[in-house]
């Protein structure tokens, strides 16, 4: 054979770093050395693909004819059954499960074999086949996470249909959607998907309190589940009061009823996947575990008791989530409040249509990816998976006002609407001269904040709903500063003060920030941004003294964050921050192009 | 007329080896483009419903497959170490420009090639495919350093590919 290069063109270390690729696990550097020069340069991926067909032409042919012969031959000498060992050398294109228990893997090889005979005449990837069709389909999908956020997230809230919390009157999101071991989900009505790493899905059905205990599991406390656990997935734990369901692959439900007059647990196993094996096991808190397979229902009374029940009906405990709707958003103005009364599944133009006064910013409304309460004064993540920003040099305190960011109100809980034209909040006098508020109700359209809160919205999210996926386009706010004073107190009109910080960001860095409506450069240290501005600047803020700025911020296509900040500056009192007209202005297409 | 599970084994097997290319390439592991595969077969049989008779059942498989690769990206918790999703799409887009017919021609080419190598270089190839060691296993047994072994590795390999053009190139002519 010819001793040419047959890629002369291609630098030698390349050519070396692409044949290595496939012989020996490469650091995170040789990998985007070689991610980029497969991505630049043509004749290098044509190289890159070119080795890896060999190589999988020469692991097929020469690995699969002779492992087929081999499973073939042990299985014809074997019994119809066969468990094999963890660890044992075994053929790894049969399918299996090794979840459960840790126990043995079980795969019907006869079955198998017999196909896999058909396989090794027609390219033996008909093995692969033999294992779905000898198994029957396995009917649970595994969620996919794709979602680059610190390890210790373990779970994150997929979707929600209809929720409120426990809590009416203080709204208790969760700051983001990523979801940590020993965080608490508490929801008084609606449905709530968890999805784990693994791709097992929960949904939870209202009220509910579930709490996250590892990767690989939750508590629930009281309330309804429905757990979905995918083919590949490890054993997924569901506590409860009286015990601990560990399942397999398959579909189950969980009823917990937790009151001081009653405890009791349901169990119900609608389908199961392991193959001659029990689908599940039930440990009770008092020892003893109880083995169920599809179609099993039972319930633990108090005294840790089992009875068999009927199996309810599996509407009432749903795989999935209503499918999102989805439709071309026609309008050109998106007012960003009207998105905290909707939930993920609904279209752009649905939450448009609804525009609750008061209505919280909770990170499962539609487009709300972080909302934090205070603080400020440390490093924290614009968004789960979004950049570290730092706002300590601009006036972000610690301190949190009960009350999340809301519509047309500057706080949740208490509804004093957004008032920046010098309309003053209605209000009378009892006889002990004590003030009574008039009715709060709309009178301006926007969002508010109380000091130190942040608030992001994911606009890849707000453009899905809308069809609008690329689009570019502006975040407008008319009029942006301290809210029109709530009641006559002069304290307002001589402490309140409070920094506006608007950054746009996507998951690898800060596009652009501006201060009180301006423009600003940021700086960026070890992986932290921060407003790079001077001491005059940033301590300067604005007053409760009748003047508003206007914020008119461009959102490129590749924006996927817009994150919206009220600085204390140090004030303690009345520093209530509005964006009046609060909104995103979609660019016209053409302005994509050019 | 074919059973649906004859139907789907056809169209499966006659695309398998494209399909396990493209994974090949997207992980860079033959091990774990095999687990991936494994698990799309599953996916696409559970899903073969869906399927539309007389459109492009590859472009169908290789879109499960890349569902498939991400999760189990995911799922190793070792991302960093993987190629971004957008490379994932280039590669996907690559494999689907291809034919079965021509990665079936390459692998008959390449069955006649082996033979034609020196005994040395073929038992390389024996412990390094047939039995599956890595670099570091196959230096081992034949007492060699790793950095050797991968540098005939790719000298080999080489000289397969320029093999396997001459091969088809020759056969065109003919």
Not at chain 1, 74 to 85: D, G, H, K, N
Not at chain 1, 232 to 243: K, Q, Y
Not at chain 1, 353 to 374: C, F, K, M, R, W
Not at chain 1, 383 to 411: I, K, Q
């Amino acid at each position: 054979m010819s001793k040419h290069n047959g890629h002369p063109h291609l630098p030698l270390d390349l050519q070396k770093l692409i044949q290595r690729s496939f012989d020996e696990p490469l650091d995170e550097v040789e990998v985007r050395q070689l991610e980029h020069a497969i991505a630049n340069d043509v004749r290098a991926r044509e190289m890159y693909e070119e080795v890896a067909h060999l190589h999988a032409a020469l692991v097929s042919q020469e690995q699969t004819s002779e492992f087929c012969r081999k499973v073939v031959q042990r299985e014809l000498q074997s019994s119809p059954e066969v468990a094999v060992a963890p660890g044992q050398d075994e053929p790894s294109t049969v399918l299996y499960w090794d979840g459960f228990l840790n126990t043995a893997r079980v795969f019907p090889l006869r079955a198998a074999a017999v196909l896999l005979a058909l396989g090794v005449g027609l390219g033996c990837g008909v093995g692969i086949l033999a294992a779905v069709i000898v198994h029957g389909p396995p009917q649970f999908l595994s969620i996919p996470w794709e979602w680059s956020v610190p390890e210790e997230v373990v779970a994150r809230i997929e979707s929600t249909q209809g929720v409120k919390w426990q809590v009416a009157e203080n709204p208790e999101t969760p700051p983001t959607r990523g979801l940590r071991v020993g965080q608490e989900i508490r929801i008084e009505e609606g449905l709530l998907q968890v999805t784990y790493r693994s791709g097992v899905s929960v949904i939870l059905q209202g009220p509910a309190v579930y709490v996250i205990r590892s990767e690989g599991g939750g508590k629930l406390f009281s309330g309804r589940l429905t757990a979905v656990v995918p083919s590949a997935s490890p054993v997924f734990c569901t506590e409860t009061p009286a015990g601990v369901l560990k399942t397999g692959p398959g579909h189950f439900g969980v009823d917990v009823e937790n009151s001081a007059s009653n405890r009791q647990v349901a169990v119900h196993v609608f389908e199961g996947h392991l193959y001659e094996m029990p689908s599940a096991q039930f440990v009770r808190t008092s020892g003893g575990g109880i083995k169920l397979v599809a179609g099993d229902s039972i319930r633990l009374d108090q005294d840790q008791s089992v009875t068999s029940i009927d199996v309810p009906h599996r509407k009432d405990y749903p795989i999935r989530m209503p499918t999102a709707h989805r439709e071309l958003y026609q309008e050109q103005t998106i007012f960003l409040g009207n998105l905290f009364d909707d939930c993920q599944s609904q279209s752009l133009t649905e939450a448009m249509l609804s525009d609750t006064y008061q209505a919280a910013a909770e990170t499962i409304d539609l487009g709300v990816a972080a909302v934090h309460d205070g603080g400020l004064d440390l490093d924290v993540c614009l968004a789960e998976d979004g950049v570290l920003f730092n706002f300590s040099n601009v006036g972000g305190g610690g301190s949190a006002v009960v009350g999340l960011p809301s519509n047309d109100t500057y706080r949740s809980n208490l509804g004093i609407p957004i008032r920046t034209t010098g309309e003053d909040l209605p209000y009378s006098t009892n006889a002990d001269h004590s003030l009574v508020l008039g009715k709060p109700s709309k009178i301006e359209e926007g969002v508010g904040l109380s000091s130190n809160e942040l608030l992001t919205f994911d606009l890849d999210e707000i453009r899905r709903a809308g069809a609008l996926t690329g689009r570019a386009m502006r975040f407008v706010s008319d009029r942006a500063g301290i809210n029109d004073r709530e009641l006559p107190v002069e304290t307002s009109r001589t402490k309140a003060l409070a920094n506006l910080i608007v950054v746009v960001s996507n998951e690898e860095r800060v596009l652009s920030a501006y201060l009180n409506g301006q423009p600003v450069d940021v700086a960026k240290q070890a992986a932290v941004y921060s407003v790079r501005v001077d001491e005059e600047r940033a301590s300067s803020g604005l007053r409760y003294d009748g003047h508003f700025v206007e914020i008119d911020v461009p959102i490129p296509a590749e924006a996927r964050f817009l994150t919206l900040v009220s600085a204390s500056l140090g004030a303690d009192v009345h520093d209530h921050v509005v964006f009046s007209g609060a909104r995103l202005e979609i660019e016209p297409e053409a302005s994509i192009a050019r | 007329m074919p059973s649906k599970e004859e139907e789907f084994a056809e169209l499966f097997g006659a695309t398998q080896q494209r399909l396990f290319g493209m994974l090949v390439s997207m992980l860079r592991n033959s091990e774990d483009a095999r687990d991936v595969l494994q698990q799309t077969a599953v996916t696409a049989w559970e899903n073969y419903s869906d399927f539309e008779p007389g459109t492009d059942f590859f472009r169908w498989m290789a879109a499960l497959a890349k569902y498939e690769t991400l999760t189990f990206i995911n799922y190793k918790r070792r991302s960093k170490l993987y190629f971004k999703q957008e490379m994932m799409d280039q590669l996907v887009d690559d494999a689907c420009g291809l034919s079965d017919e021509s990665i079936e021609a390459r692998c008959t080419a390449l069955r006649e090639c082996v033979t034609k190598l020196a005994d040395t270089d073929r038992k390389l190839i024996d412990c390094r495919y047939t039995h599956g060691l890595g670099s570091h296993g196959t230096a081992k047994l034949l007492d060699r350093s790793q950095a050797s072994v991968c540098n005939s590795l790719r000298r080999i390999r080489q000289s397969l590919l320029r093999c396997i053009k001459r091969t088809l190139s020759e056969e065109k002519v003919a």
